[in-house]
C-alpha cells in the first residue's frame, strides 16, 4: 500500500517535444505529491509538488496533472530541452514534514 | 532557496573501518532529517528518520547497529557506517525538513561511499 508505481522506465523525446511521466499510488493518505530531478551524481532537487485539491499546478514548461479519483499524477515537460535529460522521480507523502515514498523513476533523454 | 550540505561528497575506505558522513542544513533549522541510499540506476530507499534531540526511526531492513545516526542540533545530522564492507558502498543521501505544516524535503548533494 506503501508503493508508488512510475512509468515509463525510460524515455527518449525530441528536441522541443513533450515528455510525460505517470505515476499511480494505492495510499489514499498520500496527500503531497512532489516531482524530483536528479542528474547522475547529485541529489535530486524539486521540480514541482501538488495537493490533491487541485487537479493541475503548471510552472514554467512543467506542469503537473492529478486525478484523485484513478490515484495517479503525471508530470508533463512542454518545450523539452536537452538539458532537461535527467532522471524523474514521482514521490509521496502522508501528512506533513514525513517520510517520502519513491517511485522508481524514468530515466528521460531529450535528443537534439 | 535552502540549501543542504554533506560532507564528505566521496569516500573511500577499507572493509572493516567507520566511516562518517555529515548532514547540514546551511539557512534554516531543520527539525527532521532523512538518510536515503541509493544504489545504481535505482530509486532512492529511505533508511532512517531523524528528529532532533531524539532516537532516529529505522526502516524496516536498516540495521540501526550499523547504520548509527545522530541528530545533535537542528542543523546537523550524521550517519555512521561501522564496520562498512563492499555491500555498503552506495550513494547516500541526507535530506532535510522544517518541520510544522511544511511538506518540503531538501536534499543535500549526496555522499558517494566506496569500500575496498
Known amino acids: 500500500q506503501q508503493q508508488v508505481k512510475q512509468s515509463p522506465q525510460s524515455l527518449i523525446v525530441q528536441k522541443g517535444g513533450i515528455s510525460i511521466i505517470n505515476c499511480a499510488y494505492e495510499?489514499?493518505?498520500?496527500?503531497?505529491f512532489p516531482w524530483y530531478q536528479q542528474f547522475p551524481g547529485k541529489g535530486p532537487a524539486l521540480l514541482i509538488a501538488?495537493?490533491?485539491?487541485?487537479s493541475e499546478k503548471k510552472e514554467g514548461r512543467f506542469t503537473i496533472s492529478f486525478n484523485k479519483s484513478a490515484k495517479q499524477f503525471s508530470l508533463h515537460i512542454m518545450d523539452s530541452q536537452p538539458g532537461d535529460s535527467a532522471t524523474y522521480f514521482c514521490?509521496?507523502?502522508?501528512?506533513?514534514?514525513?517520510?517520502?515514498?519513491f517511485g522508481t523513476g524514468t530515466r528521460l533523454q531529450v535528443t537534439l | 532557496g535552502a540549501v543542504v550540505s554533506q560532507h564528505p561528497s566521496r569516500v573511500i575506505c577499507k572493509s572493516g573501518t567507520s566511516v562518517k558522513i555529515e548532514c547540514r542544513s546551511l539557512?534554516?533549522?531543520?527539525?527532521?532529517m532523512f538518510w536515503y541510499r541509493q544504489f545504481p540506476k535505482q530509486s532512492l530507499m529511505l533508511m532512517a528518520t531523524s528528529n532532533e534531540g531524539s532516537k532516529a526511526t529505522y526502516e524496516q531492513g536498516v540495521e540501526k547497529d550499523k547504520f548509527l545516526i545522530n541528530h545533535a542540533s537542528l542543523t546537523l545530522s550524521t550517519l555512521t557506517v561501522t564496520s562498512a564492507h563492499p555491500e555498503d558502498s552506495s550513494f547516500y543521501i541526507c535530506?532535510?525538513?522544517?518541520?510544522?505544516?511544511?511538506?518540503?524535503?531538501?536534499f543535500g548533494p549526496g555522499t558517494r561511499l566506496t569500500v575496498l
Open positions: 501538488i495537493r490533491p485539491d487541485v
Open positions: 495510499n489514499t493518505a498520500f496527500d503531497y
Open positions: 514521490a509521496a507523502m502522508a501528512g506533513t514534514a514525513s517520510k517520502l515514498t
Open positions: 539557512d534554516f533549522q531543520a527539525t527532521t
Open positions: 535530506s532535510a525538513s522544517m518541520g510544522g505544516d511544511y511538506n518540503e524535503q531538501f
